[in-house]
Each structure stands twice: as structure tokens, then as C-alpha cells.
């Protein structure tokens, strides 16, 4: 009873906020964007840090603290997996249930581009169905809870020689299909979509942390830095947690050909190391809880390996560019203010230079909010994507000469 009465004050909260944006022009106004108490690291952006945060600390290390409300939902758990909540239970259903109320957010604020709508209908899909719904059902059936949608390196531990072991012999076929589906995922589609597509295929359109930052994350797009520096750390943050990846699945294999003498009882603590450092610490307690003083995509910019991954493709190995007409540029600067990936996007537009970045995720919301559409997501054949003609280069302008003409 409790619970149902509870999730009906969400659901009516949410009609609410949903009327409120309804009744707004669409798009993005600016207003008081930079000076709001919650959209600029004021007062309530830091409560609210401080309480998203604060959720994490309490999910990973006091579970206990959440029992009353976990056992809120015991109901809905057995009707959906035949077993009583637990922590992760309650977390998967709150973070199913923003990112839909959140997404619908989102679609009333972008309702005026079809790609945003689309975009958002698809991250809401994943979540509810894939990454919420089908694992909640495996649980039901007595099969291992796998999330169709993740896969290696996100998912670090799906290739590991344990996992796929014991996926082989616990669950037979089921288990085999699993290790395969996770193998085409990684090296097949990977590759191949984010060469038609780049990432946004993925990091835009089918991941959960994605649909999580386009959605619950969108009121804070704005607050991502876009200075060399964190450019500079991004760089080394993601590409070393990517290789801290790949390094320890190859020691892993290599420790299981050798019958495990290389690492003895080291492996275990590998695992363990990262799950707690990388998988709670950073994707959850830094990753979402920072949403409101660093911006929506701290995880997806500096520690996740897919995203390195994807990068790394989308810049050397795609057909994906954001064009630039540069000419139509206006300069207003709000493209690189809604970039959440810290992108200066009006860098670009103004030299009328294609956007190749490794860490673009093709959101798309840098040409939703330009007012003169110079801004085009594309996917066309790689010749010319680089090297394209600069309309004005740094080189060209020169406003004051030590040789000013008399
Ligand atoms: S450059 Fe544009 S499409 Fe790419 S991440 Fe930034 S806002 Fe999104
Ligand atoms: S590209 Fe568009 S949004 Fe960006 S600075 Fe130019 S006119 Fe403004």
C-alpha cells in the first residue's frame, strides 16, 4: 500500500513538472541558466550533489540504512524476478524510473527536433527493456542476470576466464549464447556500427550511463568544463582505465593458460580492485553524484572504457563528422555551453572545420540549440572528413601588426 502510494506521489510530482514544460517554448531559453541556484553549482546544485552522492555511499557501503525502503518494493520484486528486493533491486527501479521521467523531460524541452525525440524514446527503451526488465526476468526463469545492452570493456569482467567459465558450466546453452552474444557485441558490432555511425550509436542511443546523463543529467549539461585542461586529463584519465581493462583480461587469460601461476591469489583482488575503484567508486558515487557541480557526462569523460574504445574508433576508423557552415556562425557560443562532453563546438564553427573528436557522443544537442543551424550531425563517405578547407584560420586574422599602415 505503502509503496503504491508513494509511487503515485512520484508519478503525480512528475505530471506536474511535465505541465510546467509543456507550457515552455521549446529548445533552450538561457534564462538564469548561469545564475541559477541548482543549474550553477549554487546552493541546491550542492545539496543535491551532496544527496546524489551521499545515495551512492549509502548503496555501496550501508546497505543496511536502506532495509525499510528496500522492503517497500518486495512486492513488485516477486512479482518480477520471484524473490524478495534488495539494494540493487531499488536501485535499478529508481534509475529506470528517472531515466523515463527525466526522458519525457527531455522530449517536451527538445520536442522541436526529431532527432532528440527520437534519441530519447530510444535510451528509454534499453533502459526499461534491457538493462531493467529482461534481467529482472532471467532472475525469474533461475537464469544469470546478464544486461544485453552492456558488453566488453564497459561490462569489464564479461570476458574474463572465470566469468566465462562459470557461465558455461552454471548455465549451458543459455550461458554459451551469452559468452557469444557478448563477443559479437564486442568485436563485431562495436567496430562495425561505429564505423556508419560513431559512438552515438551506443554512448547516445543504447547505453544506460548514457541514457541516465541525456536525461536525469540534462539540467547540467551546461556546468562540463571546456578548458585544455580537462581536455588534457579527460585524455589520460579514459585511455588509462582503458588499458588498466585490456591489461588485466590479457594477465587474466594468460594467468588461466598457465593454470594460475602467475598471479596466484591476485587475481581475485584484480577483480575486486576494480569493481570497487573503477565500477563503484567512479561510475556511480563520482559519475552520477557529480552531475550537478562537474555536468552529466564526468563518467562517460573520464573513466569509461567503452567510451575509449569508441573514441578511439569514431576518430580514426568512421564515417561520423559534425559539419560546420561556418559562414552562418553567429558566434553566440551556445553550442560549447550545451556541450556535456566539453567540446568547444563554437572553436570549430567558426573556422568552419569539421568536429572530429574522439570524445563527441553525437548527442546532438550542440546543433539542437544553435540558432542558425550552422550544426550537422552526418555519417558520409571518410574522404575529406579531415583536412577539409578552414574558412578562418587564426593564421589569417591579424587585427593588430607591429606594421599598421601609415
Ligand atoms: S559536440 Fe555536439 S553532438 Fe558532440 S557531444 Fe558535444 S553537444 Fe553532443
Ligand atoms: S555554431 Fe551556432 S550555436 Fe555555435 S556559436 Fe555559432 S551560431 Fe552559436
Known amino acids: 500500500m505503502m509503496f503504491w502510494f508513494s509511487i503515485g506521489t512520484l508519478l503525480g510530482g512528475s505530471l506536474i513538472f511535465f505541465s510546467r514544460y509543456a507550457r515552455r517554448p521549446a529548445g533552450i531559453q538561457n534564462d538564469g541558466i548561469v545564475f541559477g541556484q541548482l543549474t550553477a553549482r549554487g546552493v541546491f546544485g550542492w545539496i543535491l550533489g551532496v544527496v546524489f552522492t551521499g545515495f551512492y555511499v549509502v548503496l555501496y557501503w550501508f546497505p543496511q540504512a536502506l532495509e525499510h525502503l528496500v522492503r517497500m518494493f518486495d512486492s513488485l520484486s516477486h512479482a518480477l524476478r520471484g524473490r524478495t528486493a534488495d539494494q540493487w533491486f531499488l536501485y535499478s527501479f529508481f534509475y529506470t524510473f528517472a531515466v523515463i521521467v527525466m526522458g519525457v523531460r527531455a522530449i517536451l524541452r527538445y520536442r522541436h527536433v526529431r532527432y532528440q525525440i527520437v534519441r530519447t524514446i530510444s535510451v528509454v527503451f534499453f533502459q526499461l527493456g534491457f538493462a531493467f526488465l529482461i ?10 542476470e546478464l544486461y544485453f545492452s552492456y558488453f566488453w570493456p564497459l561490462d569489464y569482467d564479461l570476458l574474463w576466464p572465470s566469468t566465462i567459465s562459470d557461465l558455461f558450466s552454471s548455465s549451458g546453452r543459455l550461458g554459451a549464447f551469452m559468452v557469444i552474444w557478448g563477443a559479437i557485441l564486442t568485436f ?7 564505423y556508419f555511425f560513431g559512438k552515438r550509436w551506443y554512448c547516445s542511443w543504447v547505453c544506460g550511463c548514457g541514457g541516465l546523463a541525456e536525461t536525469l543529467g540534462d539540467p547540467f549539461r551546461q556546468l562540463s568544463s571546456k578548458s585544455l585542461t580537462a581536455w588534457r586529463v579527460e585524455r589520460w584519465m579514459v585511455h588509462g582505465v582503458l588499458a588498466f581493462v585490456v591489461l588485466s583480461t590479457a594477465l587474466l587469460w594468460l594467468n588461466a593458460a598457465f593454470g594460475g601461476a602467475i598471479l596466484g591469489g591476485l587475481s581475485g583482488s584484480l577483480s575486486r580492485t576494480y569493481g570497487f575503484a573503477i565500477g563503484a567508486v567512479f561510475s556511480g558515487v563520482i559519475g552520477v553524484g557529480f552531475y550537478p557541480l562537474m555536468g552529466s557526462r564526468v563518467w562517460c569523460r573520464f573513466g569509461c572504457p567503452m567510451a575509449a574504445i569508441l573514441g578511439l574508433l569514431q576518430k580514426y576508423f568512421s564515417r561520423f563528422r559534425i ?6 556562425c553567429i558566434s553566440c557560443g551556445n553550442c560549447s555551453k550545451y556541450c556535456e562532453m566539453g567540446i568547444d563546438v563554437r572553436w570549430y564553427a567558426q573556422r568552419g572545420q569539421n568536429i572530429i573528436r574522439a570524445s563527441c ?9 544553435c540558432p542558425r543551424g550552422v550544426l550537422k550531425l552526418e555519417n558520409a563517405p571518410t574522404t575529406g572528413r579531415y583536412n577539409g578547407p578552414v574558412l578562418i584560420d587564426r593564421d589569417q586574422v591579424s587585427v593588430i601588426t607591429d606594421e599598421w599602415p601609415s
Do not use: K
Not at 557522443?361 to 540549440?369: D, K, M, Y
Open 135 to 144: 534481467p529482472q526476468l532471467m532472475q525469474l526463469l533461475n537464469e544469470p
Open 361 to 369: 557522443v553525437g548527442c546532438g544537442v550542440c546543433s539542437a540549440v
Open 323 to 328: 559539419t560546420t557552415n561556418g559562414g552562418q
Open 188 to 194: 563485431i558490432a562495436t567496430p562495425v556500427l561505429t
